[in-house]
């Protein structure tokens, strides 16, 4: 099927070069306008690029702009500075993705891989043409036979890694949002549930194999000088197409958190009451986490944003009530306890599959995140008055959510900090306002990137640092590389190095480029 639609494509397209000559009028189908820009490629001819294209397995997909498959696959969760692309191919196998990478080579085309598009960078943007590689057909997972690691392909999302893992009595550090894909948050370092234990995702890695921008598949580990690069700036140096990683027997199956939700005016004594009864100076215990949401609920406070506010345990069937009563006493609207399991904390805090970060609903979603050591009571304060006049009903942003990520840290900070391109393991917090709205024109998302930087630079203000440390995954796309990778100018020399070695030519540029 590949091959007939490769030959009717090309039809197309000397159809319309044809007519383009007769009939100035002439409007081209998306089909024929992708294939006519590509073949439009400084190093390519068409007849080079099927050529080159036939290398490719039989059951690789190929996609055009107007089909049904290519709106599916290239439709994104944030829909501002999104890339743009002229074609999209779904690998059937790995080494389908060596050949694509050599294809755009020869002919000069950029390229972008993804899988659950997520991304919300706005870096991306900067591929104005090209072919998108989607690697959600390279999904699986292979148990090793002593049950210490498992391989993992790319495409993988992070839901289907946690039920085959469980399935088999054995869990591992994923992303904590089911819907997002094993590899992207890896690639930046990557938070989960299971960090407290047993660090990063990336920090679970053992090999991987990776298809450098020369078109070459490698099979690195920490004998490799790019191992230190792709744990923390994994997008700029190539696509993983499997890794193996460590896995680990599944010890507490018992979950549990307590749900409580208060209005903005106990914001300065809930946040103070999280340093003294959780983060504890940075010593939060390893079964406890705490996230909260800040968001607009009319129906339950017509006055401003609610604060939903979530202790997480494990090994429990109901959170300690040594850590919720200090909670409790501050008074809030409601309080809602859950037991279960391990799979059932992603829904427990609205980011399961079925979740509302899970759809694609055509909104901007940016982010602006900010690691902390601890909360700033003070500046919470006016952070909540700021996200509240920024987010009224008549704000174009009144569906916008703040996100305050408060992981066990103990085995990322056992990690050696100059051992991996992630730099920030000793802060205790991640977060991020996120600004969604309906995109419209430049200066409404102008507005967007100022209101989402001001949040920012209330709390960067409130922590007393001089330098803001973000995390990659879920930066906006204006943010400093040494803001991104790290301050210390031996960071920034090691990945320059690293990127002229493996990525001359940059091909590797779009999503927080690094170097």
């Known amino acids: 099927m590949l091959w007939l639609k490769s030959s009717l ?34 190093g390519c001819s068409l007849g080079d690029f099927w050529r080159l294209a036939r290398t490719l397995s039989g059951q690789t997909e190929i996609y055009f702009p107007g089909e049904t498959e290519f709106d599916e696959a290239t439709t994104r969760w944030s829909n501002v500075g999104a890339p743009i692309a002229n074609i999209t191919v779904v690998p059937a196998v790995e080494s389908d993705v060596m050949k694509v990478v050599r294809i755009a080579n020869n002919c000069n085309i950029p390229f972008l891989a993804y899988n659950g598009r997520h991304g919300a960078l706005t870096t991306l943007g900067q591929m104005e043409w090209g072919i998108a590689i989607d690697l959600r057909a390279l999904s699986g997972v292979t148990i090793s036979a002593d049950g210490k690691t498992a391989t993992v392909k790319g495409g993988t999302n992070s839901k289907v890694l946690i039920d085959a893992l469980w399935a088999a009595g054995k869990q591992a550090v994923t992303g904590t949002c089911e819907c997002v894909s094993y590899m992207g948050p890896a690639l930046g370092g ?27 598949q490698r099979t690195i580990d920490s004998s490799s000088d790019l191992w230190w690069a792709v744990k923390g700036a994994g997008h700029n140096f190539g696509i993983i197409t499997s890794v193996t990683i460590k896995i680990f027997p599944i010890v507490e199956t018992n979950w549990a958190i307590t749900t409580l939700m208060y209005t ?43 604060i939903e ?6 090994g429990v069937t109901a959170v300690d009530t040594n850590y919720t009563a200090p909670f ?25 599959l079925d979740g509302p970060p899970c759809q694609k609903t055509g909104a901007a979603n940016p982010r602006f995140p900010l690691y902390l050591e601890k909360y700033n009571p003070s500046a919470m304060g006016t952070l909540y008055q700021a996200f509240k ?38 802060d205790n917090l991640l977060t991020a306002p996120l600004v969604q709205y309906t995109p419209g024109s430049a200066a409404l998302d102008a507005q967007a ?10 709390l960067h203000a409130g922590s007393g640092r001089s330098q803001k440390h973000t995390y990659v995954n879920y930066a906006y796309g204006d943010e400093s ?6 301050h210390e100018s031996w960071r920034a020399s090691r990945l320059l190095t690293l990127k002229d070695k493996y990525d001359e030519r940059r091909v590797f540029n779009f999503y927080a480029p690094a170097a």
């Open 190 to 216: 990557g938070h989960g549930w299971l960090q407290g234990h047993h660090g990063l995702i990336a920090d679970q890695w053992v090999s991987a194999k990776i298809v450098t921008a020369d078109g070459q």
């Open 264 to 306: 903005g005016d106990k914001v300065q004594a809930l946040y103070q009451a999280a340093n003294n009864y959780l983060l504890k100076n940075g010593t939060q215990p390893v079964d406890l986490i705490n996230w909260s949401y800040w968001m607009n609920i009319p129906p339950i406070d017509p006055t401003g944003p609610v």
């Open 389 to 426: 006049e920024g987010t009224n009903s008549s704000s174009p942003f009144a569906n916008s959510l703040f996100m305050f990520e408060g992981y066990s840290m103990q085995g990322v900070k056992a990690i050696d900090a100059d051992s991996t391109a992630f730099a920030f393991r000793e």
């Open 481 to 486: 590389k040494q803001e991104m990778y790290g």
């Open 328 to 352: 409790i006493a501050l008074g809030p609207i409601s309080v809602t306890n859950n037991t279960g399991s391990y799979r059932d904390v992603s829904a427990w805090v609205g980011i399961s």
């Open 309 to 314: 506010f979530y202790i997480i345990q494990e």
């Open 9 to 42: 494509v090309a039809a197309a397209a000397w159809s319309m070069a044809t007519a383009q000559q007769f009939d100035p009028e002439f409007t081209p189908t998306p089909i024929e306008y992708a294939v006519d820009t590509l073949a439009r490629a400084p």
């Open 449 to 458: 990137k100022a209101f989402g930087n001001q949040l920012r630079d209330i």
